[in-house]
């Protein structure tokens, strides 16, 4: 079920700045007037996920969407004397909190197909509802799973 809720062109252009320019390490989107996708925060390029998560925790109640460019270590093929290297895999997140409104709720997760299709170029898209979902751990598993 489509939403009718857009994404607006300072949400799109923020998602190049994280993805192409590597500006910001995180943005935080949010639905504005039920109409469309804005973007709330945006983290600096040396912020880690621990200072993430804690500038996170005041959503608590509340839906948002987020792109993280997550580090993630991976084997280098083809050589086992080669050491693991560190790489960037754009997370889109949705968070959708047990204690939102059941509306916003509803909306959020209506409207995530607009932001995924938005925003090309995600390695991972995630859909959280508590805090275990979010964690480093949870997501780096993710990651090291594969993509979409």
């Known amino acids: 079920m489509a939403s009718g809720v857009t994404v607006s062109t300072e949400s799109k252009t923020s998602f190049d ?12 989107y949010y639905i504005k007037d039920e109409k ?3 973007v ?8 880690t996920y621990e200072d993430f998560l804690v500038t996170f925790e005041q959503y608590k109640n509340e839906c948002r969407y987020c792109v993280y460019d997550f580090p993630v270590r991976v084997a280098v093929e083809g050589s086992e004397k ?11 997140m949705s968070w959708c909190p047990d204690k939102a409104a059941v509306k916003q709720k509803m909306m959020y997760s209506s409207s995530f197909d607009a932001l995924k299709k938005a925003f090309v170029g995600v390695y991972k898209c995630l859909q959280a509802c ?14 090291k799973k594969g993509g979409k």
């Open 82 to 92: 080669k050491p693991d290297m560190t790489v960037n895999r754009l997370v889109l």
């Open 17 to 28: 700045e994280v993805k192409k320019s590597k500006k910001y390490r995180y943005i935080i």
């Open 40 to 47: 709330e925060a945006k983290g600096e390029r040396d912020v």
């Open 130 to 143: 508590d805090s275990e979902e979010v964690s480093e751990e949870v997501v780096n598993e993710s990651l």
């Open 36 to 38: 469309i996708i804005e």
